[in-house]
């Protein structure tokens, strides 16, 4: 019976038929062995989805005292954790409980020995307190502010500084704020804190990153690390909306990994592409607007025959992309291009 009143029978377990967001819409209290699942009205658990049969599943006692979940007459099975369940032979279930797939319809049976996990605090609640989020806030403003700084050129004036000042705000606003107006449609609460507390860190990260990152493969002289850079920041921003989302949807983690490791893979063929096109190479060549003081350099010296020797392909690629921009920019009468 559903949310049963009479506690006078001890409660055996508990079923959790779940929504798509891991939620669940309908709880149902187990009073007695055995237990019916199915679309029949006869079912002690009635399931209304079409994809479910009469009598899709029955879950008993069996001499061990175990859980035991045995498939009927159903074409579609049940699965657990993404597995089919045999239909020759019941299957005993976890001591403390298992989700379950019955054709469209997620089923959480819970069971005496679940082991529950802590308790997590709300964001915004009295006992979380917003001090680290405003002190990365801070450290966020301070890292870019000087950046911009030591970036402008001698004698800009204050017109340079309105989009640094403002942008940066702006951009974390809207980007919890998109966070949070998912999470009231999946988790019917606008927690725009919860999602600041996981972006103010990552966006630091990468602050730091495209700082020292240059930095230190200049001193070492290892072209490849600095290389290597856009794909550490593609896979950090893959991370961020990972940890967006498993906060948003704590109870998806495999398809939550699954959907990031999907768009990481998309989005790091789209800028190898990219990259082909523009340097010809799956990597940029790497530069620094700013040379890093000599005394940082760990790396011994190579003499200047070396360095010339490394300069005597340039010209001829350089030679390639001149025709190849040429060969681009020719208009309509067919002009032919110069070797």
């Not at 239909?87 to 403390?96: D, I, M």
């Not at 999602?195 to 490849?224: D, K, T």
């Not at 190579?302 to 920019?329: G, I, S």
Request: proline share 7%.
């Amino acid at each position: 019976m559903d949310r049963a009143q009479d506690h006078s029978v001890h409660r055996l377990a508990l079923i959790e038929v779940v929504e798509r967001e891991g939620h669940p819409a309908r709880l149902v209290d187990v009073r007695a062995w055995p237990l019916t699942l199915g679309r029949a009205m006869d079912n002690d658990v009635v399931l209304d989805d079409p994809h479910v049969a009469a009598h899709h599943a029955r879950l008993d006692l069996a001499d061990d005292g175990q859980i035991a979940l045995r498939v009927l007459a159903t074409r579609n099975g049940v699965r657990l954790g993404g597995k089919p369940v045999s239909v020759t032979a019941p299957l005993h279930l976890p001591a403390g409980g298992a989700l379950l797939q019955m054709g469209a319809t997620q089923v959480r049976v819970r069971l005496p020995a679940e082991v529950l996990a802590p308790e997590r605090l709300l964001s915004g609640h009295a006992g979380s307190t917003m001090t680290p989020t405003l002190l990365m806030g801070v450290a966020l403003l301070a890292l870019l502010y000087a950046q911009h700084a030591i970036s402008l050129d001698p004698g800009a004036d204050f017109s340079a500084w309105p989009p640094t000042l403002f942008g940066l705000p702006l951009v974390v606003m809207a980007w919890c704020g998109i966070w949070a107006l998912l999470s009231k449609l999946f988790q019917h609460r606008f927690d725009f804190n919860g999602h600041l507390r996981i972006a103010l860190p990552w966006m630091l990260g990468f602050g730091l990153l495209e700082v020292l990152w240059p930095q230190v493969a200049a001193s070492l002289n290892w072209p490849l690390m600095w290389q290597l850079s856009a794909a550490l920041e593609t896979l950090g921003l893959a991370l961020l909306v990972h940890a967006h989302l498993r906060h948003m949807l704590p109870t998806r983690p495999k398809a939550v990994s699954t959907a990031v490791a999907g768009l990481l893979l998309l989005g790091g063929g789209i800028s190898v592409a990219g990259s082909y096109r523009v340097n010809d190479s799956p990597f940029s060549t790497p530069y620094m607007s700013t040379l890093p003081l000599p005394a940082l350099r760990l790396a011994g010296t190579v003499p200047a025959a070396t360095l010339v020797q490394d300069m005597a392909p340039l010209a001829e690629r350089l030679a390639k992309r001149a025709k190849k921009a040429r060969e681009e920019d020719r208009d309509d009468s067919n002009e032919p291009v110069e070797e």
